[in-house]
C-alpha cells in the first residue's frame, strides 16, 4: 500500500536526510587510498551517534553495519571491512540511512578514489545526471515508470545498462515502502502508480559498464555485476508535492531543496 506523507511528517524525514547528508559528507572527504571500509563504516557512525539518530541499515535483517561500501563491480550492499583497504583507482559506492522519531532518509553517492580511469570518471558522472534527471521526473501528472523511463534513455545512450534486480522504494516510516521505482521502463502488466503529492521516494540508480546482470556473494549481501564490469550507484530521498520534488537528503540544515 502506497502511503502519502503530511508536510510535518516530510519536516521529519527532512531531519534524518540532513544527517545521511552529513554522513556521506565525511566519508566522501575521507575516502583516500589506504582507507578501509570498516574505518568509512566508523565515521558514518560517529555523525549518527552525535545526532542522536539510528542507522537505517544495522540490523536490518541482520545487516552488520552502519553504512554500505560497494567497491568498483560490487552494485550494492558491500559490507564494510577491516580488511578491505580502497586503492587508487578505485570507485566506492556508499549508501547511507538515518531514522529520526522513527521517519527515514536514504541516500548513497560513488567516490573516486585518487585518480581513476576515465571510463570509471564518466560512469560516476552519467549515473550522477541519471538521478538527476530521474528528480525531475518525479512531478504531479508523471507516473512512477516516467522516472526510470528517463533514467534507463540517459545510461543506455552513454553505453550502459542499469540493473533490473534491484530498484528504487517508496520510504518514510519503513525503509522500503511502496511502490517499487525501477530504472527502466516498466513493462506491460508492471505496476506504474501516479506520482501524488506526499508521495515519497528513494530514485536510486545502479548503472553498469558491461550489462545488467547481477549475482549475489557468498556473504549474502554484496550484489555484484556478473561481468565483474564497474557500476556505479547514487540516491536521494525527495519528497513530491505540488510545487516540484523535494530533496530530503540534500546537504545543509533547514528546507528541503528544490530539485
Known sequence: MITLKTPAQMAKMREAGVIV???????????????T???????????????GAQSSFLGYY??????????????????PSPKR?????????????????GWHADAAVTVPVGRISDEAAKLIRITEEALRVGITKAVL????????????????RNGYSVVRNYVGHGIGRAMHEEPQ????????????????????????????VGGPETRTLADRWTVVTADAALSAHFEHTLACTAGGPL???AAGKGAAVAA
Open 21 to 35: 547528508a552529513a554522513m556521506l559528507d565525511a566519508c566522501r572527504a575521507a575516502v583516500r587510498p589506504g582507507i
Open 37 to 51: 571500509t570498516a574505518e568509512l563504516d566508523r565515521i558514518a557512525g560517529e555523525i549518527l551517534r552525535k545526532a
Open 62 to 79: 541482520g545487516y552488520p553495519a552502519t553504512i554500505c561500501t560497494s567497491v568498483n563491480e560490487e552494485i550494492v550492499h558491500g559490507i
Open 85 to 101: 583497504r580502497l586503492r587508487e583507482g578505485d570507485i566506492v559506492g556508499i549508501d547511507a540511512g538515518a531514522i529520526v522519531e
Open 141 to 156: 501528472g508523471n507516473r512512477i515508470g516516467d522516472i526510470g523511463a528517463a533514467i534507463q534513455e540517459l545510461a543506455e
Open 181 to 208: 521505482v525501477p530504472n527502466y521502463r516498466p513493462g506491460h502488466g508492471q505496476a506504474n502508480p501516479p506520482i501524488s503529492e506526499g508521495l515519497c521516494l528513494a530514485i536510486e540508480p545502479m548503472v553498469n
Open 247 to 249: 530533496v530530503l537528503t
